[in-house]
């Protein structure tokens, strides 16, 4: 509890804990209270957080003798705005209703229905009035919202998210079929909304033309065979083939060219996160650090630009050095027994699991220091690693580094 809205939702999250968790922060005192509690307390994109981490701004405290002619041009009017509403330098509104939603369908009955039939049946009504809505706006949901209102004036709804911005009717009722039986119709429903909570930018998608593969030729849509006279025709080179890709990229459709199953990864992900939740299902996005263990973060699958498959493959595409990382990363590096020529040369042999190999190519060192920047000692304080690639008598390929006089397996190519 505080005076002003920002105050009491950092202390909310940020300062009660299981020992406290009410926390009154008494009049005009706002100001002290959250001095010690970092920058994202004040509701600021992680975007945002992580560019004043950079600069040493790490708590809010730390933001006070900037003004907010110095804040703006460097993170923002919003940050300079949230500051002001948490010290309640400037006024804020907190409306307890929510605003009705853009794209919303409605199906009344003329009597209550009260069967789950019934129920489905008026689901299939809906959705491809909603998605016809969405596809005139150029936009796909993201969260569906289902809302039944029953004849004793309560409401039962439910909700669901897509991993990325869709009007598949087809695809979105896969998803409400194992949510649809939640919905309990108590003596009869009278009214079915559906709206779409929350929606994305979605171009058209083109899936008659011919597809130009990723070698260059050129592979027509399913059609039944008939006879045409053979002509000599010329193939796109790979020039072609990008240009066709970045032009569908950029007006929102899919690359003509995407991998096999590619277009079936965001399905999967809804139909695991109806079950499980979207924030359960987890994937590896990029994160801006050069120590191997700390270059990718878990997060949410839905949580990637767009929802899209292609973009979050390009981020990978994008990281520094990326086809010099093995493929597969040890979660922790384990110990190694080696043998080198001379203390600074690459290993001749090492003993890996009990398991002696023989090297006969290396590459390296590559030097990676610690973040000396980080507060966390083990972080910044790091002994340098010097990184070797080393293929065995096998053909396997492995990646060693020695850090402290010591020898370490970090991770396995192929």
Same mark, same amino acid.
């Given at each position: 509890?505080?005076?002003?809205i920002?105050?009491?939702?950092?202390?909310?999250?940020?300062?009660?804990?299981?020992a406290?968790?009410?926390?009154?922060?008494?009049?005009?005192?706002?100001?002290?209270?959250?001095?010690?509690?970092p920058?994202?307390?004040?509701?600021?994109?992680?975007?945002?957080?992580?560019?004043?981490?950079?600069?040493?701004?790490?708590?809010?405290?730390?933001?006070?003798?900037?003004?907010?002619?110095?804040?703006? &041009?460097?993170?923002?009017?919003?940050?300079?705005?949230?500051?002001?509403?948490?010290?309640g330098?400037?006024?804020?509104?907190?409306? &307890?209703?929510?605003?009705?939603?853009?794209?919303?369908?409605?199906?009344?009955?003329?009597?209550?229905?009260?069967?789950?039939?019934?129920?489905?049946?008026?689901?299939?009504?809906?959705?491809?009035?909603?998605?016809?809505?969405?596809?005139?706006?150029?936009?796909?949901?993201?969260?569906?919202?289902?809302?039944a209102?029953?004849?004793?004036?309560?409401?039962?709804?439910?909700?669901?998210?897509?991993?990325?911005?869709?009007?598949?009717?087809?695809?979105?009722?896969r998803?409400?079929?194992?949510?649809?039986p939640?919905?309990?119709?108590?003596?009869?429903?009278?009214?079915?909304?559906?709206?779409?909570?929350?929606?994305?930018?979605?171009?058209?998608?083109?899936?008659?033309?011919?597809?130009?593969?990723?070698?260059?030729?050129?592979?027509?849509?399913?059609q039944?065979?008939?006879?045409?006279?053979?002509?000599?025709?010329?193939?796109?080179? &790979?020039?072609?083939?990008?240009?066709?890709?970045?032009?569908a990229?950029?007006?929102?459709?899919?690359?003509?060219?995407?991998?096999?199953?590619?277009?079936?990864?965001?399905?999967?992900?809804?139909?695991?996160?109806?079950?499980?939740?979207?924030?359960?299902?987890?994937?590896?996005?990029?994160?801006?650090?050069?120590?191997?263990?700390?270059?990718?973060?878990?997060?949410?699958?839905?949580?990637?630009?767009?929802?899209?498959?292609?973009?979050?493959?390009?981020?990978?595409?994008?990281?520094?050095?990326?086809?010099?990382?093995?493929?597969?990363?040890?979660?922790?590096?384990?110990?190694?027994?080696?043998?080198?020529?001379?203390?600074?040369?690459?290993?001749?042999?090492?003993?890996?699991?009990?398991?002696?190999?023989?090297?006969?190519?290396?590459?390296?060192?590559?030097?990676?220091?610690?973040?000396?920047?980080?507060?966390?000692?083990?972080?910044?304080?790091?002994?340098?690693?010097?990184?070797?690639?080393?293929?065995?008598?096998?053909?396997?390929?492995?990646?060693?580094?020695?850090?402290?006089?010591?020898?370490?397996?970090?991770?396995?190519?192929?």
């Open positions: 509890m505080a005076d002003t920002g105050a009491a939702w950092a202390m909310a999250r940020y300062a009660a804990s299981a406290h968790p009410c926390v009154v922060v008494m009049p005009g005192s706002q100001r002290a209270a959250i001095a010690g509690l920058p994202a307390a004040l509701r600021l994109p992680e975007s945002t957080v992580e560019v004043m981490d950079r600069l040493g701004l790490r708590r809010i405290e730390d933001l006070y003798p900037l003004s907010r002619a110095v804040l703006t &041009p460097r993170f923002g009017p919003l940050a300079a705005r949230r500051l002001a509403q948490a010290l330098q400037e006024a804020e509104a907190l409306s &307890p209703r929510q605003p009705p939603p853009a794209w919303l369908v409605r199906q009344i009955f003329a009597e209550p229905i009260s069967e789950a039939e019934d129920l489905a049946r008026a689901l299939d009504l809906l959705l491809p009035r909603l998605c016809r809505e969405l596809a005139l706006a150029g936009r796909g949901a993201r969260r569906l919202d289902l809302t209102y029953r004849s004793d004036g309560s409401l039962q709804s439910l909700s669901l998210g897509t991993s990325r911005a869709s009007r598949e009717a087809k695809h979105l009722r998803l409400f079929n194992e949510k649809l939640q919905i309990d119709p108590g003596f009869g429903i009278e009214v079915l909304t559906l709206a779409a909570g929350r929606s994305d930018p979605l171009g058209a998608r083109q899936m008659a033309l011919p597809v130009v593969a990723a070698q260059g030729s050129v592979e027509r849509s399913p039944p065979p008939a006879p045409a006279p053979k002509r000599k025709t010329e193939q796109p080179g &790979p020039a072609v083939t990008a240009s066709i890709n970045a032009t990229r950029a007006a929102g459709c899919a690359p003509a060219c995407a991998p096999d199953g590619a277009e079936d990864l965001p399905d999967l992900v809804d139909r695991l996160g109806s079950r499980l939740g979207l924030a359960a299902v987890r994937a590896p996005r990029p994160h801006e650090s050069h120590l191997p263990e700390r270059a990718f973060v878990l997060a949410p699958a839905g949580d990637f630009p767009g929802g899209d498959v292609d973009l979050a493959n390009e981020d990978w595409r994008k990281t520094p050095r990326a086809g010099l990382r093995p493929l597969r990363l040890l979660a922790r590096p384990e110990p190694v027994e080696v043998l080198s020529l001379l203390p600074d040369h690459p290993p001749a042999q090492f003993r890996w699991r009990r398991v002696l190999h023989q090297v006969v190519r290396a590459e390296g060192p590559e030097r990676l220091l610690g973040e000396w920047w980080q507060i966390d000692p083990a972080l910044g304080d790091a002994p340098p690693r010097d990184y070797f690639r080393v293929e065995d008598q096998d053909g396997r390929r492995y990646w060693l580094y020695r850090s402290a006089g010591s020898w370490f397996l970090h991770g396995l190519f192929g």
